[in-house]
């Protein structure tokens, strides 16, 4: 089945130029939607990629209408690819039916996972950078050394239990559990 997916950003816009157009595409249904595509809730495109089945065709108008970004797109071109669901952007003339959109949309593939890539070398280069420099990464620590002695000697005294500990000191009890554990337990 050739399925349609129309959207407009606004509501003073209207998907008027888009649904001949996927009429004349033969779509056999239209999902039509409003709101940004920078927007993460988008219950009829959800609706829309749910409802297709292997085989199946969905068709845009443009791809901006299906996607924010690259990595948007991307992600759910490989989610119709799992699918065994074709693709087709009427304005961009990008086919995946044919030989030659699936070539195009590997190649944009490939791009990506080489833009991950950079980010995620440039991301370790940094981190071992900051190390190098004295600086660590995470959150800083909620409690000071000497409120880490304070748990240790309440805990030893056997007086409160672990929740009472963590209410004096406004933590939850998994984080005195952790620095009251013995280290051999630890790993």
């Known amino acids: ?3 349609g997916y129309a959207r407009v950003s606004t509501v003073d816009q209207a ?4 649904i001949p157009a996927l009429k004349r595409a033969k779509c056999k249904r239209i999902y039509e939607e409003t709101g940004s595509g920078r927007k993460i809730d988008r219950p009829e495109l959800e609706k829309c990629l749910d409802q297709l089945e292997k085989g199946d065709i969905l068709v845009v108008w443009r791809l901006d209408r299906l996607a924010c970004s690259l990595r948007d797109l991307l992600e759910i071109m490989d989610r119709l690819d799992k699918a065994e669901v074709h693709f087709r952007s009427l304005t961009e003339n ?3 039916t044919s030989a030659t959109g699936r070539t195009v949309f590997d190649f944009f593939a490939a791009l990506t996972q080489f833009e991950r ?3 995620s070398e440039r991301t370790k280069l940094g981190l071992s950078a900051a190390r190098a420099r004295g600086k660590l990464g995470g959150r800083k620590p909620k409690l000071t050394p000497k409120q880490i002695r304070q748990v240790k000697t309440l805990w030893a ?3 409160k239990t672990l929740q009472e ?3 004096q000191f406004g933590v939850h009890k998994n984080t005195i ?5 013995p280290k051999s337990l630890k790993a």
Do not use: H, Y
Request: a positive charge; glycine letters at 4%.
């Open 177 to 181: 559990g952790r620095i009251v554990r």
């Open 15 to 18: 998907t008027a130029p888009q």
């Open 117 to 119: 890539e950079l980010i």
């Open 165 to 167: 500990i963590a209410d």
């Open 157 to 159: 005294s056997r007086k």
């Open 1 to 3: 089945m050739i399925v």
């Open 94 to 96: 990008f086919d995946t």
